[in-house]
């Protein structure tokens, strides 16, 4: 995904949740908590790892039982914190709803954690995410053999390599992408179409992507990106340019061998310019359908995030869905499906 594109999601959300503050205020609503989760206790937790401290939450179900699966939330790209700014809460709530616990962490560097997540390798990610099951297992409130892994987006190059580090009961994929350079390019032209942009700018972006590309392949200086650009990053750091470095290779068709035989749930959007749905299934299907463990579900009328499409299109309409029905920020049976499927799974 390009420097662009998270900048303008990070500043869509700042927006976002500005403007419901401001709701919040305005209405004199401030004793209001935005999302009411009674299914659920949270708390926050330290794992260590590598020398590192992860700094989570244990959201588990307030059902009376003294143990509880547990889902293992994997972030896609990104500056992520632990709740993804509160929007993972609903998914928790249908997942204590099904008798599972949820686990998540701030990225390296987010929130105050230590480190940078953008020295992380797809690999580093999935030696954390060992880490924090390995931890999870070890505790008397979580049933060991009942763990499994929710990732989106990015989690996609994630969630198979931790699944041949330990072993996993299920994986629900959410918008993954398989090659990140097939993928690069199909955003690329996706955004492109939506912008409505010309064939002569169509033809420039290209040309400047197979650039970058040529410039990754042969182990470019970001100062050299810099000189070859003219100094128009268009948003490109060092850091971010010494993470792509790192992970451009990206590709989840072999890894994808580890969850043979593991149920996996994969959710696709029909309105999706990040991620060619059509590419994941096809390869999804290829590598884990002969087991029969694979289940695919299609939502036509959401977005990358599997956020219903008419909302995310209009901030205000957004903000105003999170701060009275948040769970009506998603695909209609995006929730239910996936408590559903971790019914089965377990």
Sequence with gaps: MCAKTQRRRRGLRIVVWSLVMALVVAAGLVGVVLWQHSDMDEQRVSIRHGGHTLNGVLATPKDGR???????????????????????KPLWEANAKAGYASLSWHKPGVAGAPGNWLDQSMEDRAKEAAAAISWARARPDIDGDRIGLWGASQAGWVL?????????????AVSPAINWLRQGRYNLLAELRADGASAART????????STRRLLERHATFEEYVKATGGDTDGMTADRWSFISKNYTADATRDLRAL????????????DINV???DTERVYRE???????????RYPHATHSLLKQSVEQSGLKTALTALFSPRSLFANGFLDDQRQFLKDAG
Excluded: N, Q, W
């Design 160 to 172: 198979p390599k931790i699944a041949a580090k330990t072993p996993v009961k299920f994986v629900i």
């Design 287 to 297: 590598v884990l359908d002969t087991g029969g463990a694979l289940t695919v579900e």
């Design 276 to 278: 060619d749905t059509a």
């Design 260 to 271: 043979r035989g593991t149920p996996v749930l994969l959710t696709l959007a029909g309105h």
């Design 203 to 210: 033809e420039a972006a290209i040309a400047r992507s197979d």
């Design 66 to 88: 003294k143990r509880h699966g547990l889902v293992v939330y994997v972030h896609g790209d990104g500056p992520i914190d632990a709740t993804h700014d509160d929007g993972y």
